[in-house]
């Protein structure tokens, strides 16, 4: 009956993350209301001030052993805290409002460390002009560190998930994996990106880049669809090859499925794209950008440019 | 450098709960701008569509082994969880819109006993019209289960802390103490009676008793002013008296200090005090209040009539 169980098969660590998310929606049933209010997308878009503008919210966490070690310094913890939500919030095109802070501390959680934490999160929400406004302290057992921010923003539309349809073309910014080389605690959210993509109608879908291209692609896409791709245009990060070199797995197999690149991934209406890309380039000469492919009819898979399934997977929080 | 210590006096073990908050609010300094907008209240305030409106946002979260045990049904801990949000909102007069749900999960978590917890909590959402729009999974260490809820509403004005003034008369509803009965996870937030309230211009602050009254209610009224009340109208719940009879404490300090009442404490206009009584009472028959003093001028310091502080104190979450 109790919270735990001594039991493997009938603990959380059998279930995937996917699994884990439908379970516990289907029991909160009437709670949850569809989306694009409700889950299913990297954010939740709430109608303000009659429908003339979205809320957009989002919650993200960090926790010691999880995403950071005892080798990370407070102060990239608490960035990766804040810019983990901002990365959300820049895959729905939402400029950042506020957030709420929660932190779960054991008794042995080092004082010094966590004003170095806060600072952190401090630094990265002022340079996004996110603030935080409130939060909640609460004890946990020794050895545990929980960080939880959840953050808001703004949009004039929903961008978001789910919207790509077949033919659409699709486009990933900068270069992926590797990010087992620090990257993931030091990235800047693609915030002015996924502003400008939301000002372009054209733009029918959008992620960010947390689990892998390889399960975020698709899982922009949906059941219905594929995505189609190109593999020789997947941006490799020159992070992934130095990994590549040291473990011997292919780097295109690292930018595939190393998770927490926090790059951008969306879908385009085809007769658009070429002059989206254009202007894109034109607005942010600094952020690579990849046309990789394009959305297929399908059931939620990665293909190659021959069509056949890529294997390999993301970065699964529990399988 | 790490998050944990070794050394308890660098631990956050031997700090209060009101330090930790100081410290990490001084560390993301620019980051949080001042209350009714950031930290300070049990809500932030802000000020939507032109200001014709306000944002309130709380956050809070329940731990395994700190707000609930081994021996709690999945059903009662999801509850809790959103009850202790929708206490907040009630402080803050704000009528329940929408929440984040984020779970760090330990492998060996029951994954029955999180559906349960699910069930819980959305059952306790639909009843106040708190709509589950999204959340996280992360996984934890093993033995460890955190949830934290970020919760929104709206009202038409700030009711916090720290509005009262010198004079103001200090009520409090329902009956307070012995939570430790299981009322902790089975109380009905006061969002009624709060919205009711906010509704009220000479109600010049309000908190929810969660801490304990010994500690919420100064906690109201700042460092400017001290709370001076009749002991004998303190609303000593049966619940408290039983356990008065357990442990020889006697009933009256369980009322002050046992904490989770989540009841209301609010400051009125002393002109308007009886009027206002007068009309919660016709307007709320099944809820007690209780007129408890007054606030005169000190330090934030909980007195008796005679003006003789009253010793203990609330439940503090570090110390």
Same mark, same amino acid.
């Not at 080798?71 to 709420?100: E, F, H, I, Q, Y």
């Not at 915030?191 to 733009?203: D, I």
């Not at 009819?297 to 997977?313: F, I, K, S, T």
């Given at each position: 009956?109790?919270?735990?169980?001594?039991?493997?098969?009938?603990?959380?660590?059998?279930?995937?993350?996917?699994?884990?998310?439908?379970?516990?929606?289907?029991?909160?049933?009437?709670?949850?209301?569809?989306?694009?209010?409700?889950?299913?997308?990297?954010?939740?878009?709430?109608?303000?001030? #009659?429908?003339?503008? =979205?809320?957009?919210?989002?919650?993200? +966490?960090?926790?010691? $052993? !999880? /995403?950071? %070690?005892? @080798?990370?310094?407070?102060?990239?913890?608490?960035?990766?805290?804040?810019?983990?939500?901002?990365?959300?919030?820049?895959?729905?095109?939402?400029?950042?409002?506020?957030?709420?802070?929660?932190?779960?501390?054991?008794?042995?959680?080092?004082?010094?460390?966590?004003?170095?934490?806060?600072?952190?999160?401090?630094?990265?929400?002022?340079?996004?002009?996110?603030?935080?406004?409130?939060?909640?302290?609460?004890?946990?057992?020794?050895?545990?560190?929980?960080?939880?921010?959840?953050?808001?923003?703004?949009?004039?539309?929903?961008?978001?998930?789910?919207?790509?349809?077949? #033919?659409?073309?699709? =486009?990933?910014?900068?270069?992926?994996? +590797?990010?087992?080389? $620090? !990257? /993931?605690? %030091?990235? @800047?959210?693609?915030?002015?990106?996924?502003?400008?993509?939301?000002?372009?109608?054209?733009?029918?879908?959008?992620?960010?880049?947390?689990?892998?291209?390889?399960?975020?692609?698709?899982?922009?896409?949906?059941?219905?669809?594929?995505?189609?791709?190109?593999?020789?245009?997947?941006?490799?990060?020159?992070?992934?090859?130095?990994?590549?070199?040291?473990?011997?797995?292919?780097?295109?197999?690292?930018?595939?499925?190393?998770?927490?690149?926090?790059?951008?991934?969306?879908?385009?209406?085809?007769?658009?794209?070429?002059?989206?890309?254009?202007?894109?380039?034109?607005?942010?000469?600094?952020?690579?950008?990849?046309?990789?492919?394009?959305?297929?009819?399908?059931?939620?898979?990665?293909?190659? @440019?021959?069509?056949?399934?890529?294997?390999?997977?993301?970065?699964?929080?529990?399988?």
């Amino acid at each position: 009956m109790g919270a735990l169980t001594a039991i493997k098969e009938k603990s959380v660590s059998v279930l995937t993350e996917a699994r884990l998310i439908e379970d516990v929606v289907a029991a909160m049933s009437d709670a949850c209301p569809p989306a694009p209010e409700g889950p299913g997308s990297d954010c939740a878009h709430l109608p303000e001030c #009659g429908g003339r503008a =979205f809320r957009v919210c989002t919650v993200d +966490g960090v926790t010691l $052993g !999880r /995403h950071f %070690d005892l @080798a990370c310094t407070g102060r990239r913890a608490g960035a990766k805290l804040v810019n983990r939500n901002l990365s959300d919030l820049a895959a729905a095109g939402a400029r950042p409002s506020d957030a709420l802070l929660a932190l779960t501390l054991g008794p042995d959680v080092d004082a010094e460390w966590l004003r170095d934490f806060a600072f952190g999160a401090g630094r990265a929400a002022v340079r996004a002009r996110l603030r935080i406004v409130g939060g909640d302290f609460s004890r946990g057992p020794a050895g545990v560190f929980v960080a939880t921010l959840s953050a808001q923003g703004y949009a004039h539309r929903v961008l978001a998930r789910g919207g790509a349809r077949e #033919g659409d073309v699709l =486009f990933v910014t900068g270069a992926l994996g +590797g990010t087992a080389y $620090g !990257r /993931h605690l %030091d990235f @800047a959210p693609r915030l002015a990106e996924g502003e400008w993509l939301c000002g372009r109608a054209e733009v029918t879908a959008c992620t960010d880049v947390s689990d892998g291209l390889v399960k975020d692609l698709p899982g922009m896409l949906g059941t219905r669809l594929d995505a189609k791709v190109d593999l020789a245009r997947i941006p490799v990060s020159e992070a992934a090859g130095l990994l590549s070199r040291g473990d011997g797995k292919p780097a295109l197999e690292h930018a595939l499925q190393d998770g927490e690149d926090h790059e951008l991934a969306f879908a385009v209406s085809p007769s658009a794209a070429g002059a989206l890309a254009a202007d894109f380039r034109k607005a942010f000469p600094a952020t690579p950008l990849s046309r990789l492919g394009s959305a297929v009819r399908g059931e939620g898979r990665l293909l190659d @440019a021959e069509g056949r399934p890529v294997a390999g997977r993301g970065f699964d929080h529990f399988a």
